[in-house]
């Protein structure tokens, strides 16, 4: 029997595991992807002690961390259900199953799907939601970016220097990424920023051609070869039944937490980017991990007669 | 068993599908298609996919991290 079990190897939950096993606490930590979207990011400048670091060498630093500790790690394992019983967690992985008294739930975000005709068709033949791993199979052609947040931005700038043009296409008219990447953009000769623009179709016949797009009032298409798009994440759940009761979730389907990091069910925290804590930053993600962890630690040493 | 992998460096599923075939004690043979775009260019008309990582198992290509698929044909190599 686990103390607790961490679903989730990103920021919060490498976080909590750290803590836990600091408490001397029996943990275990399923892990799809170390590092989580961190891993994804290509220039973290805002967590603090580190002025610039890239994210995959901050999920790396996080690896060794938690590492350095004897927290018992089930590497590419998902977590399908987690069922509450007579005070005890079962958790379920493809083959095995877990107990433990508590659960924290890390799960992150994945990313979201634009839901326009071609985007299904087209994914790994020019459509991507990665710029960082797939960028570079793009070297001199002209390719859209499609978004208006961080990852966005970051992309485009990632994708100024590997394609011959980059089109920055924002369905709204503001851009809610960083004054600072926006600047940088604004001042590449080879980036258009198309803003008020939906796209509405990818069209291409074995790999992507173009796209077409409805911009200052009439149809347009773009010869694009490539389309990333970075239009923002939706939460990873994991399935939880206990009773009659269900994980409360809020509209956006962010798990609802209080301060604590504790959801509505006892012996159940959650923490980072799948709940509905305001800010998703890795620095935030990785303080919720500390806050679940000790608040596990407490719902447990309660338990104890 | 001829094995190779495409990647890019920053790709974190490249990096652990390559950690996992380490773990294996699995050889293979690691392409950087950022580097080579005669090497991309074939994996892109092998598999028709722009997406990495892919691996290569004796001809046969498997696109993204697909454990169990490349846990079956390993066995089957």
């Known amino acids: 029997m686990h103390d607790v079990a961490i679903i989730g190897a990103g920021p919060a939950g490498i976080t909590a595991a750290v803590y836990a096993a600091r408490k001397k606490l029996r943990c275990v930590v399923f892990a799809k992807m170390i590092g989580g979207q961190a891993a994804w990011s290509g220039e973290v400048g805002n967590y603090t002690g580190y002025q610039y670091i890239s994210g995959q060498d901050l999920a790396k630093k996080f690896e060794e961390h938690m590492k350095s500790f004897e927290v018992e790690l089930e590497d590419n394992a998902e977590v399908s259900a987690v069922q509450k019983k007579e005070g005890i967690f079962v958790l379920k992985t493809g083959k095995d199953e877990f107990q433990a008294k508590s659960v924290i739930i890390a799960t992150g975000r994945k990313p979201k799907l634009l839901k326009i005709p071609g985007e299904k068709e087209f994914r790994n033949r020019g459509v991507t939601y990665c710029a960082t791993c797939d960028g570079p199979l793009f070297s001199g052609r002209d390719v859209a970016v499609i978004g208006a947040g961080n990852s966005a931005l970051d992309s485009a700038i990632q994708m100024s220097s590997i394609a011959s043009k980059v089109y920055l296409i924002n369905r709204s008219g503001l851009f809610i990424g960083e004054g600072i990447r926006l600047e940088k953009l604004k001042a590449m000769k080879n980036v258009e920023i198309l803003l008020n623009a939906k796209t509405e179709e990818i069209i291409g016949s074995k790999f992507v051609e173009s796209i077409r797009l409805f911009y200052e009032g009439e149809e347009k298409v773009i010869a694009v070869g490539g389309v990333f798009i970075e239009i923002g994440s939706t939460p990873n759940l994991v399935l939880v039944k206990y009773d009659k009761d269900q994980l409360e979730v809020n509209e956006h389907n962010e798990i609802v937490v209080d301060s604590y990091c504790r959801t509505n069910i006892p012996g159940l925290f959650a923490a980072g980017d799948v709940t509905d804590v305001p800010y998703k930053q890795i620095v935030v993600a990785a303080g919720q991990g500390a806050i679940a962890s000790l608040s596990a630690f407490d719902y447990i040493t309660k338990l104890r007669p | ?77």
Do not use: H
């Open chain 2, 1 to 77: 068993m001829k094995i190779k992998v495409y990647s890019t460096p920053a790709c974190p599923w490249c990096g652990v599908l390559k950690d996992f075939l380490k773990e294996k004690k699995v050889d293979f043979e690691e392409i950087d298609v950022s580097k080579d775009q005669e090497k991309a260019k074939e994996m892109v008309e092998k598999s028709g996919q722009m997406g990495v990582p892919q691996i290569e198992i004796n001809g046969k290509i498997i696109v993204g991290f697909d454990k169990e698929g490349i846990e079956k044909e390993l066995e089957n190599a």
